[in-house]
């Protein structure tokens, strides 16, 4: 399993980013995938999630309407678009994706990307 992000970088307050994670060595289309972020000092928090067909999203609160994440089954890659960006988004984000092996399912990580919103 290798997830590989991309598109982090610095931006400032009121910025877009596109972030990427490129999958490989599993079903993509048969799991869940999410984003998550890491905050120096900070626990590690649920950004966003989407069913393995796309059609169910789910997002934390504070990411609401600003951040939308999305996936191509087609090209195995998961985006997260994260608008209107504030200086408190800095964070590593990481990708995570959710394999069912048999009855199971289990966690895989990449290894993160760097976003700095500041001005």
């Known amino acids: 399993v290798l997830l590989v992000e991309s598109g982090g970088g610095l931006v400032q307050p009121g910025g877009s980013l596109r972030l990427s994670c490129a999958a490989s060595g599993f079903t993509f289309s048969s799991s869940a995938m999410s984003w998550y972020r890491q905050a120096p000092g900070k626990e590690r928090e649920l950004v966003a999630a989407?069913?393995?067909?796309?059609?169910?999203?789910n997002y934390t609160d504070s990411m609401k309407g600003r951040f939308t994440i999305s996936r191509d089954n087609g090209k195995n890659t998961v985006y997260l678009q994260m608008n209107t960006l504030r200086p408190e988004d800095t964070a590593v984000y990481y990708c995570?994706?959710?394999?069912?092996?048999?009855?199971?399912?289990?966690?895989?990580w990449g290894q993160g990307t760097q976003v700095t919103v500041s001005s």
């Open positions: 995570n994706a959710t394999i069912p092996l048999g009855a199971m399912l289990t966690n895989y």
């Open positions: 989407i069913s393995s067909t796309g059609l169910t999203t």
